[in-house]
C-alpha cells in the first residue's frame, strides 16, 4: 500500500491537525502491515495505533462518522496522487480498477457495480429504473433518511405509485412482521436502509429480501452505513440493488459511492442516466436509435461520462487500509464500541432512553437515544462546545441524539460523552 507522510507533512493545514511524530506513525502502519489474522477487539494498543493513522485531533472526540468518516493517511495520499496523475496525463480512464476492488469488497461481481458520487445518487438510479406504475406500492421505514425518502416520494408525485412505512421493531423478527402485515397485491417493492440513519439498528436484510423475492417484490436496499462498518456478501443478502458510499464507514473520498445492481436484476432494472462509457466504447456515435443496441450488458450502462480518478485511487486504498486490518476485525472492535456505549447509557439510572435494540444481532457502529428532560438539539450544541461531536436526529420527529463509533475511537470518547450527559443533567444547558 502506497504510504507517504512526507507529503501531508508538506501541507500547513494538515500539519496543523498532525499531533503525533512522523515515527510513531510509521510505527504504527508497520504494526498494521505486519499483523495479520486475530485483533483483539480490546487491543487498546492496536486500536490507538489505528487511530494515529488519521489526521484527527486527540483533544476532540469524533463520534459522529454516520455523517462523515474521516479518512486515514494512506486514503489522503491516493487522492492527492490521483489529482497529480490527471494533470500530468490529462486524459481519461483509471477508474475502471476500483470497481474491482469494489466488487471483492462486497463479494459481488465486477459487472454488477455502477460508481456513483453518493448514496442518494444510487437510490435515485434504483427507484427511477424500476417498472413501477400509479397505484403500485413500495415500502419504506418510518425512519428514512431524506436520501431514501425523495426518490420515492418523487415517484409517487410523478407517477402516482404509493409509499407506505412501517416502524422497525426491537427485534428482527418484530420488524419482519411489520413488513409482512404491509405486504398485498399492489406491493412491488421493499426499499428500506440496511442500518437507518436514525437509531442504527442493523435490519435483518437478508430475511426482508428473502420476503421481498417470496413475495414477487423488488428489493432496493440503502446500504449508506453498510461497507466499512459490517463485513459484506451482497450475493448472499440477495438484494436486487445496494446503494451506498465510500465516505461515511468505509473511510475513504467524499462524494464517491457506487451502487450494486444484481446481475440477473439488470435486464429488469431500466439506464434512464446513461452516456459515454456505458456503451460498448463507440466513438463513432451517430444519433440513431440502433446506438442504443450497444449499451454495455453489465452495471456499467447505469453511470457514464468522465469519472473521478482521485476518488477512484482514494476507494481502492480505503478498501485496501480496511482489508489490512481485516473486515472481521473491523466490524468486531466497532461492534464492541457499539456495546460499550449501550451500556454506559443504559447505567445512567434510567436517565436515558436508548432508542436502538440491545438484540445482538440487532446493533453495531450507531446507537441513538433521548436523555429524560433535556433537550436534544440543545445538548449536541452543548457537546460540540466541549469537542464531543454527536448528532441530532430530527428525522421522523424524533428528536433524539446519534453517536456512531468507528476504529479511530476508544473507550475515552464515549466515556467523553457520558460525563457530558452526567453534567448536563446535574447543571442542566
Ligand atoms: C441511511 C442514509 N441514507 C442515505 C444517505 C444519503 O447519503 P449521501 O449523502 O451519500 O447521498 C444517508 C446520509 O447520511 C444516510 O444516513
Redesign the pocket.
Known sequence: MFFNRRNFLRSATLLAACSLSEIDLLAAKKQIDEHSGHVGVDDETYWKNVRQLFPLDDSKSYLNN??MGPSPYPVIDAVHKGMWRNEYDAEYGGYEKSIEHIARFVKADKDEIALTH????G?NIACWGLPLHKKDEVILTSHE?V??ALPWLNRQKQHGIVVRTFAPGKTAEETLNNIAKLINKRTKAIAV?H???TQGQVMPVKEICRLAKDNGLYSCI?G??GPGMLELDLHDMGCDTYAT?S??WLLGPKGA?FLYVRKGFQDTLQPYFVGGGGDKGNWDVTVDPAVMADMRPTAHKYFGGTQSLPNSNGTIAAIEFMESIGMDNVQARIKYLGKYVQEQLLSMDNKIELLTPTEERSYCGINGFRIKGLDSRKFMVYAMHKDVRIRFVPENGLDSLRVSTHIYNSKADIDALVSLVKTALKEGI
Open positions: 454516520g455523517t453518493n448514496v442518494t445518487e437510490i433518511h436520501g431514501n436502509p442500518i437507518p440513519c440503502d449508506a452505513h458510499c465516505h461515511k459511492g
